[in-house]
Structure formats: structure tokens, C-alpha cells
């Protein structure tokens, strides 16, 4: 249905378009999000990947979403840590962001990683159904982690699960 692909430069405009839609002012800034498209695969290794609709004739202008993510030791294993994660207001509720987590599953099964983590604000009720409906499960829970005072929780999918 979506097409998954790596995110290019030419893509930054309508990225953080779609950063601003989700997270206001708080999102990654413009030049954040150039020097990751710019440095993807490098050292520290941080990847942006997007989903497009290919029906629609604009790859750019249709981008509909995007995961970013990063290689992370924890607790003695390969995970992929999602860092951002965001789907245009226009296409919310039609499975793009189910779409981009199982693609980075298959990606770290691939690479038998030991699975996908995620730091979430406590306060995001429709990320936290998107992580459980997939199988993620909170491992911690960060009491007062974020400068409102807000609790993150350490969520996991494992890639045996
Ligand atoms: C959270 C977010 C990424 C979900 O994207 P999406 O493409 O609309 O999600 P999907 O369509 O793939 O939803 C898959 C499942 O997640 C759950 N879900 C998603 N949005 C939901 C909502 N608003 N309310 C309740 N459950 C929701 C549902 O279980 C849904 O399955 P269903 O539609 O069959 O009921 C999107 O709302 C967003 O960009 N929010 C702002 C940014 C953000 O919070 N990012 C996550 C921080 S890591």
C-alpha cells in the first residue's frame, strides 16, 4: 500500500513540515534534521526513513510519514531505538505508522538484532496504543523524565516476539 524508502535531502522541507505538525515547536529543527539526512549510515548511525503513497505522483510532496532511528546497545544487546517517529495530520488512522515500525522490524531481524525500543511520554495515549496493538511492552517506567514532569516509559518489542 506504502512505499518505505530512505529519506533524501530533497525530503527536509516536507519532513519537517510534518515535524512541526506533530511536535510544534519542540521538534527537531531544520538543521537537525539536515545534518541526519546528511550524515545517514555515518558514525553515529542514524537513519530517517519515509513512507509515500506511490499512486500519488509527487514523491515529496506526498510524504506521508517517517521513523528515525539509531543502533543502541542496551542491556547487553543490539536494539534499533526509535528517536522520531511522525505521520502527517492528513493521513493519520490509515496504518502508515504500523507500516514504518514493522519495516524496522524486519530490518533488525534481518540483522538479528534483539529487537526495537522506545522512550514515549506517558502523556502520548495514541503513540502508546500504536507501540501495544504492535507488541511493544513497557520495561521501565522514568518517573518525572521529561522537564514537565511528565514519566517516560521504556518500551520493547522483542524480535523473537
Ligand atoms: C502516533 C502516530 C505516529 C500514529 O500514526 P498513524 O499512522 O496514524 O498510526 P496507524 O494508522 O499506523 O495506527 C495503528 C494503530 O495505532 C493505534 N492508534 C493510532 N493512532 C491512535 C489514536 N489517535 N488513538 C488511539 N489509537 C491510535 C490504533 O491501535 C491503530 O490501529 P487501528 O487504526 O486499526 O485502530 C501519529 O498520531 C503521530 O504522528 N502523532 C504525533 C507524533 C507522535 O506522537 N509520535 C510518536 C512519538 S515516538
Given at each position: 500500500m506504502f512505499e518505505i524508502r530512505p529519506a533524501q535531502v530533497s525530503d527536509l522541507k516536507r519532513l519537517h513540515e510534518i515535524e512541526v505538525e506533530c511536535f510544534g515547536a519542540e521538534g527537531v529543527t531544520p538543521q537537525q534534521l539536515n545534518w541526519i539526512l546528511e550524515k545517514q549510515g555515518e558514525n553515529p548511525v542514524i537513519f530517517i526513513s519515509v513512507a509515500t503513497d506511490p499512486e500519488k505522483s509527487d514523491q515529496v510532496k506526498d510524504l506521508l510519514g517517517?521513523?528515525?532511528?539509531?543502533?543502541?546497545?542496551?542491556?547487553?544487546?543490539?536494539?534499533?531505538?526509535?528517536?522520531?517517529?511522525?505521520?502527517?495530520?492528513?493521513?493519520?488512522?490509515?496504518?502508515?505508522?504500523?507500516?514504518?515500525?514493522?519495516?524496522?522490524?524486519?530490518?533488525?531481524?534481518?540483522?538479528?538484532?534483539?529487537g526495537i525500543v522506545v522512550y514515549l511520554s506517558e502523556g502520548n495515549p495514541p503513540a502508546r496504543a500504536l507501540y501495544e496493538k504492535l507488541g511493544f511492552q513497557t520495561q521501565r517506567v522514568m518517573k518525572a523524565y521529561y522537564q514537565d514532569g511528565t514519566n517516560a516509559l521504556l518500551m520493547v518489542l522483542a524480535t523473537s516476539a
Open positions: 517517517f521513523i528515525c532511528w539509531k543502533s543502541q546497545t542496551i542491556e547487553n544487546g543490539q536494539h534499533f531505538e526509535i528517536l522520531d517517529l511522525g505521520v502527517s495530520k492528513l493521513y493519520r488512522r490509515e496504518g502508515v505508522a504500523q507500516e514504518l515500525i514493522m519495516y524496522l522490524l524486519a530490518r533488525a531481524k534481518a540483522e538479528k538484532f534483539l
